[in-house]
């Protein structure tokens, strides 16, 4: 940045008085707070939010220094509601993060629901042989909720999850979208969203680490048999009986 284009000195200390000024508005809107959801108290974050990153700007173009405050960004907050306020239709986006903890649980799965469906035999084997093959089975047989549900049994682990519902004047046209469908997405128009992630489980109390128990011998023998007995050959489990209409 040239120097004719830097903030003034002065302009830089009027944006510390404003970070100030809105610090003190924050903690009268926190003291007063009437709920959870005070929209006093997300205004006032909203205005300091604001007044830190311009003071935070200002600092660097003027003294290349910077502060220790973590200024929210875009992409991690959506901006206010601008949508219509009676929508016509409604869109709700949904991502779901797996693992794919036991892949031969997952083809075994996958070989089972295809035997069934060409019990006629017609021989695709080698559609189901495959890990990708294997979940194109699955995913096309059960619904996205019946496998969230049960991802365990088809040697899947959850990830992050989130959903998202926007709201608009008219639904789209049909087959408008299909080849991006996460590609115009106006975060403006999002009424609400609902985000599951395994961070949010960091914060354990304490005394939960400190649950100790302890096992004699015999006790752990016991455990030991039981764990045995669970350890079964995934071909010999057997799926909910499949629905004939689908």
Same mark, same amino acid.
């Given at each position: 940045?040239?120097?004719?284009?830097?903030?003034?000195?002065?302009?830089?200390?009027?944006?510390?008085?404003?970070?100030?000024?809105?610090?003190?508005?924050?903690?009268?809107?926190?003291?007063?707070?009437?709920?959870?959801?005070?929209?006093?108290?997300?205004?006032?974050?909203?205005?300091?939010?604001?007044?830190?990153?311009?003071?935070?700007?200002?600092?660097?173009?003027?003294? &290349?220094?910077? $502060?220790?405050?973590?200024? @929210? #960004? *875009?992409?991690?907050? +959506?901006?206010?509601?601008?949508? /219509? =306020? %009676?929508?016509?239709?409604?869109?709700?986006?949904?991502?779901?993060?797996?693992?794919?903890?036991?892949?031969?649980?997952?083809?075994?799965?996958?070989?089972?629901?295809?035997?069934?469906?060409?019990?006629?035999?017609?021989? &695709?084997?080698? $559609?189901?042989?495959?890990? @990708? #093959? *294997?979940?194109?089975? +699955?995913?096309?047989?059960?619904? /996205? =909720? %019946?496998?969230?549900?049960?991802?365990?049994?088809?040697?899947?682990?959850?990830?992050?999850?989130?959903?998202?519902?926007?709201?608009?004047?008219?639904?789209?046209?049909?087959?408008?979208?299909?080849?991006?469908?996460?590609?115009?997405?106006?975060?403006?128009?999002?009424?609400?969203?609902?985000?599951?992630?395994?961070?949010?489980?960091?914060?354990?109390?304490?005394?939960?680490?400190?649950?100790?128990?302890?096992?004699?011998?015999?006790?752990?023998?016991?455990?030991?048999?039981?764990?045995?007995?669970?350890?079964?050959?995934?071909?010999?489990?057997?799926?909910?009986?499949?629905?004939?209409?689908?």
């Amino acid at each position: 940045m040239s120097d004719a284009a830097q903030p003034t000195a002065a302009e830089v200390r009027a944006a510390a008085e404003a970070v100030k000024t809105a610090l003190d508005r924050h903690l009268a809107a926190v003291e007063r707070r009437s709920g959870e959801d005070d929209p006093a108290v997300s205004e006032a974050f909203n205005q300091l939010a604001a007044a830190a990153e311009a003071y935070d700007e200002l600092l660097y173009d003027r003294y &290349d220094e910077v $502060t220790p405050f973590e200024i @929210p #960004g *875009a992409e991690d907050t +959506l901006p206010p509601y601008a949508g /219509p =306020d %009676e929508p016509n239709a409604i869109s709700v986006l949904i991502r779901r993060d797996y693992t794919v903890a036991e892949p031969q649980r997952l083809l075994a799965q996958a070989q089972r629901v295809q035997s069934a469906e060409f019990d006629d035999g017609v021989d &695709d084997q080698h $559609t189901a042989g495959t890990l @990708p #093959g *294997a979940l194109g089975i +699955l995913f096309g047989e059960f619904e /996205p =909720d %019946e496998i969230a549900s049960r991802h365990k049994e088809f040697g899947l682990d959850e990830g992050d999850s989130t959903l998202w519902v926007t709201a608009a004047e008219e639904p789209p046209e049909a087959g408008e979208w299909l080849e991006a469908p996460f590609e115009h997405i106006d975060a403006q128009q999002v009424v609400c969203r609902f985000d599951v992630s395994a961070v949010f489980d960091d914060e354990v109390s304490a005394g939960e680490d400190d649950d100790i128990v302890f096992v004699d011998e015999d006790d752990e023998d016991d455990a030991d048999d039981a764990d045995d007995a669970d350890d079964v050959d995934t071909d010999d489990e057997e799926l909910e009986p499949l629905d004939a209409e689908k």
